[in-house]
């Protein structure tokens, strides 16, 4: 099975299934000289933890870090950094009712079509879990920007199925479960989602990523487009069915007069474009949003087939996220991480004076 490099000059490689001793990341490519512990990786992975509220899965995972190589004395080494994450609560009697049958939504199906055979222990290595490595290699990607280039990059959810998030305050972001940036609307939210587990169903959501701080100039022109490259890495994370910049399919409907982004002396005068233009960043924030799919393992009863294409009934029972969008927003900000840190040394290795 291939395609699981992302980068070009900062290159991390995910391996691992979700039911397996472990899952992990080789990065190779970060420089050497960048201050690195397990605490700033242990930190993001935190955020992306299932069990921290009702309204995720409740598997029980620490996620706890180790970094095997490429770091001595605190500091990266340049040599590859290999990082380790054991698996430790993992049921896999949960599916042993879904190893004949494929779940609607799911990638039961294309997998078993593709392979002929598959762990669907956990759903192996199309599950969510295999997103934990990809947020430790983003930790190092967002410190290495932070400390190298100032750029900051954060995420907030801003649509909850039906419900909208009005954007109110970046500071009531890590302050509830769905990293909405308006408090007064949690409740609302909360009784949705309580609703929703009552119904043994789930919902989509839409995320908004951001990137500040980052100069002009970084992204190559035609297929490397930086937009192009988020996309590619946005759309390579579980249920993402769409992903737009700036004002994405909202620019349909607007004129040129209004889409383009005049400029003055002292800058832009708007961000439509969303902070790439030509496929390069324009030096305006990076704005980034997702659509996000309804779980596709829940109880409700679906029809499906089994292995011996007969048709049955599935219902999925054991311990699934309702709406996965909830923990997705700190992995966007990681995989956004990963692909801008890649972009700048690109940039450095042809364009630097
Ligand atoms: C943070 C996160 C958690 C997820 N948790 C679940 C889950 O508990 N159950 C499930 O069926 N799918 C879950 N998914 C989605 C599946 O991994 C995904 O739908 C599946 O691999 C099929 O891929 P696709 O939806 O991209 O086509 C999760 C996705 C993310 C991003």
């Not at 420089?31 to 009702?54: F, K, M, N, W, Y």
């Not at 305006?284 to 007969?310: F, G, M, W």
Request: hydrophobic fraction near 35%; charged fraction near 20%.
């Amino acid at each position: 099975m291939s395609g699981n490099t992302l980068g070009t000059l900062f290159r991390v490689t995910n391996f691992g299934e979700s039911h397996g001793p472990a899952i992990g990341a080789v990065i190779d490519g970060c420089p050497p000289g960048l201050p690195l512990t397990e605490a700033d990786i242990q930190v993001e992975l935190d955020r992306r933890r299932p069990g921290t509220s009702r309204h995720v899965t409740q598997r029980r995972e620490p996620d706890t870090v180790e970094i095997l190589s490429g770091v001595f004395e605190g500091q990266t080494t340049g040599t590859p950094i290999g990082l380790l994450i054991r698996n430790t609560d993992a049921r896999s009697r949960d599916y042993t009712n879904i190893a004949d049958t494929f779940r609607p939504g799911h990638a039961d199906y294309t997998y078993w079509k593709k392979y002929g055979i598959r762990d669907p222990r956990g759903g192996g290595r199309s599950s969510a879990r295999l997103t934990a490595p990809t947020v430790a290699a983003g930790a190092v990607a967002r410190k290495w920007l932070l400390q190298e280039c100032g750029v900051r990059i954060r995420g907030y959810m801003s649509q909850l199925g039906p419900i909208p998030i009005p954007f109110d305050s970046w500071d009531h972001v890590s302050t509830n479960p769905f990293y909405a940036p308006n408090a007064q609307i949690v409740p609302q939210l909360e009784a949705f989602m309580d609703q929703l587990r009552h119904d043994g169903d789930s919902i989509g959501a839409r995320i908004e990523v951001q990137a500040e701080g980052l100069p002009a100039g970084w992204g190559e022109p035609i297929y490397d487009r930086l937009d192009a490259d988020i996309a590619h890495a946005m759309m390579g994370l579980n249920a993402v069915k769409g992903v737009s910049i700036g004002s994405g399919f909202d620019c349909i409907a607007m004129r040129g007069s209004e889409h383009g982004d005049e400029l003055s002396p002292d800058g832009f005068l708007a961000n439509h474009a969303g902070g790439v233009l030509g496929g390069i960043s324009s030096g305006q924030p990076l704005t980034v949003s997702l659509a996000v799919k309804p779980t596709s393992s829940i109880r409700v009863e679906r029809r499906s087939v089994n292995r011996a294409n007969d048709p049955v009934m599935v219902q999925t029972i054991g311990r699934h996220d309702p709406c996965v969008a909830i923990r997705a927003t700190p992995i966007a900000e990681a995989l956004l991480a990963i692909v801008l840190m890649d972009h700048a040394l690109r940039h450095r290795g042809q364009c630097a004076r």
